[in-house]
């Protein structure tokens, strides 16, 4: 599961050289890298170093995207992180991992190893958590919840990302914001409000296994360009 073969895009060359001075040779040279960080993760793997492997494999991953490999090569890519996290015992943020590519051959078969382990995890039993989405990048967006003093007061943190076309480059755009919330039922509201740089709010709905964010002003946030809080996101702890 660990190989994967060097493809290069060459939309994506012209897209990288137009909007930064990256020469083609250095988009083929990176490009070309993504087999050795393949390989550099399965030896890691192979030795039961889980953390090493990760992050030689979250390279294959953001590589993989960005030089457009194409489904089969990134869900080897997803396959790949997700393996380590089955072999820490991390269920569900394997699984998170699966699911982006979930009828991918290899995603099908790694998601039946688990199946029986996630069904053996405890439903949780309070909205506290961490939830994920993914941005792209090998990076997710992520929400925690924090009990607070009360019942239904929680501390909400979000770290958010936008990966645009040189992203792999020079790095996503950013997002973050921590504000208390109450819930009632799942449900509330988060009021992101930093002097005349944030001012927006942000309807949380919670199940055991999900979190779902709708912000009615994104640009409001405070956030870097194209860095919102929206949509569903996986419980993963």
């Known amino acids: 599961m660990f190989a994967v073969r060097a493809g290069i895009c060459a939309l994506v060359m012209l897209s ?4 930064a001075e990256i020469s083609d040779q250095e988009v083929k ?3 070309a890298k993504v087999p050795e960080h393949a390989r550099n993760g399965e030896q890691a793997y192979k030795a039961k170093n889980y953390a090493k492997a990760y992050d030689a494999f979250a390279e294959q991953v953001i590589w993989s995207e960005s030089c457009d490999l194409g489904d089969s090569a990134i ?3 997803y396959n790949n992180v997700a393996l380590t996290y089955i072999r820490q015992k991390e269920y569900r943020k394997a699984q998170a991992w699966l699911m982006l590519k979930p009828h991918d051959p290899k995603s099908v078969y790694n998601l039946s190893l688990i199946k029986d382990k996630l ?6 039993t309070s909205p506290a958590g961490e939830y994920w989405q993914y941005a792209g990048g ?3 967006n992520t929400l925690t919840l924090k009990a607070g003093k ?7 943190d979000y770290m ?5 076309i040189m992203g792999a480059w020079m790095g996503p755009n950013t997002g973050e914001f921590s504000a208390p919330v109450r819930l009632k039922q799942g449900k509330g509201m988060i009021a992101v409000r930093d002097g005349n740089i944030a001012h927006c709010d942000i309807a949380l709905t919670v199940t055991p296994d999900t979190a779902e964010l709708k912000t009615d002003e ?3 946030c405070g956030f870097g360009h194209n860095v919102d809080a929206n949509g569903e996101f996986v419980r993963v702890d």
Do not use: H, I, K
């Open 150 to 156: 009360s019942a239904d007061e929680y501390q909400a």
């Open 218 to 220: 994104p640009q409001e």
């Open 138 to 140: 090998s990076a997710w």
């Open 119 to 124: 069904a053996a995890l405890p439903t949780p």
């Open 75 to 77: 869900a080897t890519a």
């Open 160 to 164: 958010g990302y936008y990966f645009g």
């Open 29 to 31: 040279e990176a490009c």
């Open 16 to 19: 990288f050289a137009a909007q």
